[in-house]
């Protein structure tokens, strides 16, 4: 792999920021081809990481974890992520054929995702008895298209021995595939897994190779997965690794109005998956940056719609996996764009619009959360170095929250007051307005100093914390509610808008996150220096 393994770090200056690392990492990762190099925004803003495993075993392909998931320095690469059997994975599929390469008996897939052998007969599905004229006609149709992907699959060397061993393997189970269909048109399995190997197979292809090109094999495998989707509509494994295929075709073509119409593709194809398969945070996390790369190429008009919503696709995405660094990063990257976009354009900032340094804030939250989560990525420290500043240190984050008197929960909306509350590594703390007035302290200082004595002041340890959630209720004053329960009893606290409640829920969550993961001291060096 490349990318995060590679240690040359490119020069950053904030003037002329760079996120990115020289090179884009590749990872084939269940059931997925590893799709490299999903950029942001039209602008160096970051390198994007894309992920590349199946959504029904920890994501299929995807575009996201590709690049910031490289090799730890000193470590082996993470083994693929799993979480079920739905999906046939391609790493499986490889390790079965040298297995039972030149063995006669097939395998088939059974409704529910489990790949089994078939004892009764050698088949894959069952062979009829008295095909039908239509039935010939069809099967003589797939004929002369599994020739044309044969050719291709067969055309393919590989650019060392390793890649012309890997290929030979794959062109083996194209050959199985191929007899499968020619017996049974209709196997959306084998339609399925064939597009798997074509994806394969076009990582396969050199760089200086032109016969065959990475694209065609690509569009072949785009092909199998949407004849594959219409015999089968529920088959979200298929419809998220043909977002992938068809997102590294809209990645050759640049910013064109073809690479356009390829990235809305993508992303509906994601939006299927993730629909057909909600509990994917691999997907979201993929549909986000397929949403980021179609921001560089519409119109300016139509940029900051499609950018919010691709936030909102990271930010569900860690919701469902709350240790998920890749979108942790990937988030923070489209923030760190949005705010460069607003300061670009020059746009007037209205009551309801986040400001550029607060964009910039939580951009650096979101970097020094998976940068404390996976220290030894090389891409988050580069980024990290670049956005530090940007921390409202020694704190990760600092703002404004109304919260009602000490020991008075349900206390009449005009006694609540606002006041400032401050986050680190070791917790939630109210600010007193004295404090407020004093210059920060000094970055050893801990969060339960002075004001840990003060018995009238919120101080919430993220040890105690059970958990944290949005809260609608008539007892709170108007805005956006917060629930953080803990050992010792619920804390209600309100934020202005929904918006600002998303960004400290987020913080809180992630603080919690690494505190559980045994990262505490990691964050504490980041905030603190």
Known sequence: MSGDADESEPNKSINEPDLRSDQPETEIVENAVHRSDLRTGGQPVSEI???????????????IEAEGDGQEEGAQSEPPLKEGGRTFTMRELLDELK???????????????????????PDVTPQKESPSASQESSQQQYVGQNNVAMDLINSVSGVDEEGRSRQRILSFAAKRYAT?????????????????????????????????????????????????????????DAFYNWAIAISDRAKMRGRTKEAEELWKQATENYEKAVKLNWNSPQALNNWGLALQELS???????????????????????????????????????????????????????????SPNELYSQSAIYIAAAHALKPNYSVYRSALRLVRSMLPLPYLKVGDLLAPPAGNQL?????????????????????????????PRSSSSKLGGSTGTDKSLIKIDISEIISISPCADLTLPPGAGLCIDTTHGPHFLVA???????????????????????????LAGVITG
């Open 49 to 63: 990481v894309e992920e590349t495993a199946d959504p029904g075993e920890g994501g299929a392909k995807s575009e």
């Open 99 to 121: 297995e039972r390469k030149g063995e006669r008996k097939q395998e088939t897939r059974s409704y529910d995702g489990e790949f089994v052998r078939n004892e009764a007969s």
């Open 180 to 236: 499968a269909l020619e017996r049974n048109p209709e196997d959306y399995d084998a339609l399925y897994n064939w597009a798997l190997v074509l994806q394969e197979s076009a990582d396969n292809v050199g760089p200086d190779s032109s016969s065959p090109s990475k694209d065609a094999l690509l569009e072949e495998a785009c092909k199998k997965y949407d004849e594959a989707t219409r015999l089968c509509p529920t088959l979200h």
């Open 296 to 354: 560089a190429i519409v119109p300016l008009k139509e940029k900051q719609t499609i950018v919010k919503t691709a936030i909102s696709k990271f930010r569900a995405a860690i919701r469902l996996q709350f240790d998920f660094h890749r979108a942790i990063y990937n988030l923070g990257t489209v923030l760190y764009g949005l705010a460069e976009d607003t300061l670009r354009t020059g746009r007037p900032v209205n009551a309801k619009d986040i």
């Open 411 to 439: 206390a009449p909306h005009n006694d609540w007051k606002r006041s400032q509350f401050v986050l680190n590594h070791e917790g939630l703390q109210q600010v007193s307005k004295t404090e407020q007035a004093q210059p």
């Open 496 to 522: 202005d808008t929904w918006e600002t409640l998303d960004g400290w829920m987020d913080a809180v969550r992630l603080v919690y996150t690494i505190y559980a993961r045994g990262k505490s001291d990691i």
